[in-house]
């Protein structure tokens, strides 16, 4: 989520709940409402303590979704740079076709894929990039053997490749579940709406609303890192960029450079092919 967004849900969701709670203030009788401030606190601390075991709950399901994506990310970025140095050592020119083919993969991942995670959905440039890779290892293995390193390696780098790419898409099409956002929601809301039953004219204005805006800022901004958390790919601050992938694409360049072999990639710089 976009920094300066966050702050202004947060600052406005206060600011909107201190003011009903200055409002109700007025229009509270003295003592507030409940005759008994301590039986009344304790059912507060009953509706927070079970608003945090929740949120604890859900946050640490979504840390785990999160961290899973950024690894399986790294795999893939790391598989494809492991390809790209395997099929140096194609015969023919399936050394060159594969290379140009890993390096128009990384780009379609970066300019194609990573936008449509954030909906959940796979690139079917990519997905196309996979097959044509499929095709030169069977093309290698086929004029060689099954048995020969190069392509024992290559094969191991697409599965790695192939899992890792599964595991993010994965993690992008799986969200919180609504049930756990209804009752996410529901605690907020009951956790924040006991604190307007405080409201008390007798209580001085700056306390109450340091009260009310306190517990505000604090469940508001709780809910947007779940928010942040359950969307890893959102493209927005905190999310999981192309890092990997773009580094593996300056990997790849350097490796081609040291060896004096440059990639004709077939395609543009957003991995989409050239027409032929």
Sequence with gaps: MNPWLAVIVIVVSAAVMVAIMLWLRQHSPPGGRFADSDRASGVFGFLGAGFVI?????IFLSFGTYESAASRADEEAAAVVAQFRTSADFGGDRAEVAQGELVCYARSVISQEWPALSNGE????????????DDVGVEEQGATSSEVEPVKAWWASTNERNLGRSGRVLVAEGQIPTLLWALLVIGAILVVGWILLYADPEEGWLAQASMMGGVTVLVVAALLAVQVLAVPFSGQSGSIDTGSMEYALVQMDQFAKAEGTPVKAPCDAAGVPFKN
């Design 54 to 58: 929740l949120l604890g709950f859900v």
């Design 122 to 133: 796979r690139s079917p440039i990519t997905e196309d990039w996979t097959v044509a890779l």
